[in-house]
């Protein structure tokens, strides 16, 4: 069984077809990318995952649940975190919050044991603390750990997404152009980054991803898509000399 899955799965919007009868599997270990010019349907794949939208047809399957059964609030109780095309944190907490923030599905106490913080809120509450600790170890955040999110360098806050993502110990991690608008420096930065959440956290990582240095640095598999429908799918290698990628690409481009 695979830890995704989706099979034939069409999305319109009024006139427009922005996933075409799609299918396909994200292996459970495997980072797994997906590619395409602007507005092939990435982001809504994306979309769809965490139930943001209904597919006009088909199935989508995660761990062995039928995803369309779930609430969009019950997605991250099943194990899938996420990052977005633009940062979405907030800006005048500090990372360390953020972070905590990130915990939030993982709290197991009631209202009135909060409000007079039992045993049991105090244990939960330095459960979330160790976690958010070592993750921000992890990513090598500690030099912004009490610092505000709004003023942190562009490349500093993508760092932070994935750590609040993290934070939800998921099983599935959804990273929505991680690379985007950072530097060569960076982007190898992140290239790490992706390389270590999959081999020593275990975490499954499906990334959406223009930098083609980035996807076939760390993506085992990649799946390209045009006008919402699946054009090749394979090892990095296979699908960049797909001919059906290439013309794509060079029609675009002309
Ligand atoms: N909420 C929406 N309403 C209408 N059209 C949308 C919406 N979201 C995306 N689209 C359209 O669906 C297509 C796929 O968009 P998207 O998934 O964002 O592309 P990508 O991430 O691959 O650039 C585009 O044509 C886009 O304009
Ligand atoms: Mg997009």
């Known amino acids: 069984m695979s830890l995704l899955e989706f099979e034939n799965v069409t999305l319109k919007f009024g006139g427009l077809t922005a996933v075409n009868d799609l299918s396909f599997e994200v292996e459970e270990g495997e980072v797994f990318a997906i590619v395409g010019p602007n507005g092939a349907g990435?982001?809504?794949?994306?979309?769809?995952?965490?139930?943001?939208?209904?597919?006009?047809?088909?199935?989508?399957r995660f761990d062995g649940h039928d995803l369309l059964q779930v609430k969009p609030?019950?997605?991250?109780?099943?194990?899938?975190?996420?990052?977005?095309?633009?940062?979405?944190?907030?800006?005048?907490?500090?990372?360390?919050?953020?972070?905590?923030?990130?915990?939030?599905?993982?709290?197991?106490?009631?209202?009135?044991?909060?409000?007079?913080?039992?045993?049991?809120?105090?244990?939960?509450?330095?459960?979330?603390?160790?976690?958010?600790?070592?993750?921000?170890?992890?990513?090598?955040?500690?030099?912004?750990?009490?610092?505000?999110i709004a003023g942190l360098p562009y490349g500093v806050r993508k760092v932070v997404e994935v750590a609040r993502a993290l934070a939800t110990e998921p099983k599935l991690l959804l990273l929505d152009e991680p690379a985007s608008g950072l530097s060569v420096e960076e982007t190898t930065?992140?290239?790490?980054?992706?390389?270590?959440?999959?081999?020593?956290m275990g975490i499954t990582v499906l990334m959406v991803e223009h930098d083609m240095g980035l996807v076939s640095?760390?993506?085992?598999?990649?799946?390209?898509m045009a006008d919402g429908a699946k054009l090749a799918l394979g090892t990095p290698a296979e699908v960049q000399s797909d001919p059906a990628v290439i013309e794509a690409y060079l029609g675009r481009a002309a």
């Open 73 to 148: 609030s019950g997605v991250a109780a099943y194990g899938v975190a996420r990052t977005f095309q633009n940062i979405e944190l907030f800006d005048h907490a500090t990372v360390l919050d953020n972070l905590l923030v990130g915990r939030h599905r993982h709290r197991r106490t009631s209202l009135l044991s909060e409000l007079f913080f039992t045993p049991s809120v105090k244990k939960q509450e330095l459960q979330n603390r160790h976690v958010v600790e070592e993750i921000i170890d992890f990513l090598d955040l500690q030099p912004y750990r009490d610092k505000m």
């Open 42 to 60: 990435k982001s809504t794949v994306f979309n769809l995952i965490s139930r943001f939208y209904d597919p006009y047809a088909g199935r989508i």
């Open 189 to 200: 930065d992140m290239r790490w980054w992706i390389d270590d959440i999959r081999r020593q």
């Open 217 to 224: 640095g760390v993506s085992d598999r990649v799946l390209a």
